[in-house]
Every structure is written in structure tokens, then in C-alpha cells.
């Protein structure tokens, strides 16, 4: 089975200049999580889909970052414009269903690089 | 409230030897405890959960206790091996939130 997709692994980008990541989950998982991961930590939750529904984007800077899963499958994140200290790793997860008692599969990141 | 907090940040331990890893929360909500094991360009990945109705989880070198009246939980890799060498995560999960420690790298000298 295949694990968690994501594209691309790496980009460098000049600040202010856009960048899109992309997240193709497990097959039939229903929910998705797109983390940020800095340098040393823990990843944080940015936001979660149940299907094509963010259910929860509390933590996603909404004035620079937009994410967007349009058929309940594969999601795209997006950062316009980037700035320095978003450099960081960009985890996406899926899982089977809408509690955290289940286990989250995470691809294995886009390690974005902002100059 | 949603902090988790890991100790320690970092870890060397000798080969076969137990690797000991704290974390600490502080909302009473969480009700699921995975740890997950990262290795470096690979994203994060589930090793070893537990729920608070029982004090320990065994799964093959790698337990989990936990301590609910201290709100505390601890991973142990017993037998500590070269492969073992990794950064390792805590979480808490309660009301479909998961809040990850900072990490631990822990280094396995041969």
C-alpha cells in the first residue's frame, strides 16, 4: 500500500515569491492534516480536513496561507507571499477517521527554504 | 493548557542499554497517548500508544508508563540498538486535537 505522497521535496524561493506544496493522502483516508515542523520541534497542527471540509483551521495564518482539498482526496497548501520564518518543514498526514485516537500516517515533508 | 512537555532534549545511550523518555501535559482531556519515532527526511511515525485506563503498554522493547494523577508519561526502549537512534515524539490527543512535544534525539552508541 502506498504511503503518504508529497511534492516536492524540497524548494527554495526568494521571500514574498508564492510556493505551493502537495499532499496526496492513503487511499480511502477521509481526514488529512497539513503540520508545520521547525527546526527541533514538534510538528504543529496548521490545519484538518474531514473530507473536502477544514474542520479545523485555527492555527493557519489565514493572511498568507490558503490550503485547499477540493474532491476529499489530494490537498494543496499554499504560502503568498513567503516570508523568511516560514522556512520549515511542511508535514501532511492522513488518517481513517475524525478522532485522534487514530493513527495519523505522515508523508515525508517539503523542506521549504526561504531566502 | 495544551502544552506537552518532553524531557530530555537530547539522549546518548550505550548500545543494550534502556533509553527513558518523559512527557508531561496538562489538559485532563487528552485521552490518547501515541509516541511516534522520526528518522531524519522521513516524516514522523507511529511507534507505541496508550489509553489512561491502564499504567503500562508493552510492545516488544518499548513500553510506555503512564501516570495519570501526575499527568506524566514515559517511553523506555529496553535493549537500546544502533537503529534505534532517532528523534522521538510524544503527543496527546483528546477532542480531536493532537499536541506534539518538542522531541527527543536520542543516539544509540554501538
Known amino acids: 500500500e502506498a504511503g503518504v505522497v508529497q511534492s516536492p521535496r524540497y524548494k527554495i524561493i526568494e521571500k514574498k515569491q508564492p510556493v505551493a506544496f502537495w499532499c496526496n493522502p492513503i487511499s480511502g483516508h477521509n481526514t488529512l492534516y497539513w503540520y508545520l515542523q521547525n527546526l527541533g520541534q514538534g510538528p504543529e497542527l496548521l490545519i484538518r480536513y474531514e473530507n473536502e471540509e477544514a474542520v479545523d483551521d485555527s492555527q493557519l495564518p489565514k493572511d498568507r496561507f490558503s490550503a485547499e482539498r477540493l474532491k476529499g482526496v489530494d490537498s494543496t497548501l499554499k504560502i503568498q507571499p513567503a516570508e523568511l520564518g516560514d522556512s520549515a518543514v511542511y508535514l501532511c498526514?492522513?488518517?481513517?477517521?475524525?478522532?485522534?485516537?487514530?493513527?495519523?500516517?505522515f508523508g515525508p515533508g517539503t523542506r521549504l527554504t526561504v531566502l | 493548557q495544551q502544552q506537552v512537555k518532553q524531557s530530555p532534549q537530547s539522549l546518548i545511550v550505550q548500545k543494550g542499554g534502556i533509553s527513558i523518555i518523559n512527557c508531561a501535559y496538562e489538559n485532563t482531556a487528552f485521552d490518547y497517548f501515541p509516541w511516534y519515532q522520526q528518522f531524519p527526511g522521513k516524516g514522523p511515525a507511529l511507534l507505541i500508544a496508550?489509553?489512561?485506563?491502564?499504567s503500562e503498554k508493552k510492545e516488544g522493547r518499548f513500553t510506555i508508563s503512564f501516570n495519570k494523577s501526575a499527568k506524566q508519561f514515559s517511553l523506555h526502549i529496553m535493549d537500546s540498538q544502533p537503529g534505534d537512534s532517532a528523534t522521538y515524539f510524544c503527543?496527546?490527543?483528546?477532542?480531536?486535537?493532537?499536541?506534539f512535544g518538542a522531541g527527543t534525539r536520542l543516539f544509540v552508541k554501538a
Open positions: 498526514a492522513s488518517s481513517l477517521s475524525r478522532g485522534g485516537y487514530n493513527e495519523q500516517f
Open positions: 503527543a496527546a490527543s483528546g477532542g480531536f486535537k493532537t499536541i
Open positions: 496508550i489509553r489512561p485506563d491502564v
